[in-house]
Each structure stands twice: as structure tokens, then as C-alpha cells.
């Protein structure tokens, strides 16, 4: 059997097919490139894009909770989830009001508006999760979920 020369500055291909296969990390940053591209096109139709959809849905799944640990809990720096929490309030999605315990503190909240918009937003997401389901089992889209979860409160 003759064998192939391999250029020296490149990588046996066999090794980087192996790599894109396998490699957690590259294939969910593909999988939320695409869903992401999903999410923008059609949440255009209620006036959302992703970021703001994942944020409010964030927020409306605590109630009200200071800018610090929305960043926490979704694993953002604080002036980054500032800046979107900014956006949101300039659309009137969202309140920033003093804190029922500590008038120190400020809480993030959704309005009636951003509940709204949240909600007619839902049926949209819940569409691509039926769609990916014809594809991904949700069983499985559930386990990976509870271990991306764990890999999360890991590091």
C-alpha cells in the first residue's frame, strides 16, 4: 500500500474529522448558531431578538431579582446583562425598581408589555422545539440538558 505523503504543517485529516465529530464544545456552538439563527428570524415577527427573549424569559422565571444575580444565573458578566436589561427598559419590557427589602438594591421585573410580548413570543420557540423534535428525541434534548446544567453549577 502505498502511503500519502501528509504536508508537515497540516494535521492527519483523519484526526480533525475525529475532532469535529466528537468535540462537545465546537458541536454545541454550532447547534446554537442555528438555533439562535432560528430564534432572530422568526421572533422578528413580535419584535424580540434572541437575546432579549432569552433575558426576559430569565427574568420572568424569577419574578424579580437584582441585575448581579440574573448575571449570575445566566452566566454573564454583570455589564453585559446591563446593557441588554438597558434595552429592555427602553422598549418598556421591563422595570428597574427598588427592592422590597433593601432599598439599596434595585430588581429587575418584567411589565405588563414585556409579558405580553413574552407570551406571544412562546408559541414561536415552542414551534422550532416541535421542529428540532422531529430530529432530536426531547428525551434527549432533556438529558443533555440536565448535564449541560450540571456542567454549569460545576464550573
Excluded: W
Excluded at 427602553?90 to 432599598?103: C, L, N, P, Q, W
Excluded at 413570543?121 to 450540571?150: F, G, L, N, Y
Amino acid at each position: 500500500m502505498k502511503q500519502i505523503e501528509q504536508d508537515p504543517g497540516r494535521f492527519p485529516v483523519v484526526h480533525v474529522q475525529e475532532v469535529i465529530r466528537s468535540c462537545i464544545g465546537m458541536n454545541l456552538r454550532l447547534t446554537e448558531r442555528l438555533v439562535t439563527r432560528l430564534l432572530e428570524a422568526r421572533l422578528r415577527a413580535v419584535g424580540l431578538s434572541a437575546a432579549e427573549f432569552f433575558l426576559m424569559t430569565h427574568i420572568a422565571a424569577v419574578g424579580s431579582d437584582s441585575v448581579g444575580a440574573l448575571a449570575r444565573h445566566m452566566g454573564l458578566e454583570k455589564s453585559t446583562l446591563s446593557r441588554g436589561v438597558r434595552g429592555l427598559e427602553r422598549k418598556g419590557f421591563v422595570e428597574i425598581v427598588v427592592a422590597e427589602f433593601d432599598s439599596r438594591s434595585r430588581e429587575v421585573r418584567l411589565t405588563k408589555k414585556g409579558a405580553a410580548r413574552l407570551e406571544a413570543a412562546m408559541p414561536i420557540c415552542r414551534k422550532i422545539d416541535d421542529e428540532i423534535a422531529t430530529i432530536v428525541d426531547r428525551r434527549q434534548v432533556a438529558r443533555i440538558a440536565d448535564s449541560m446544567s450540571a456542567l454549569c453549577r460545576r464550573y
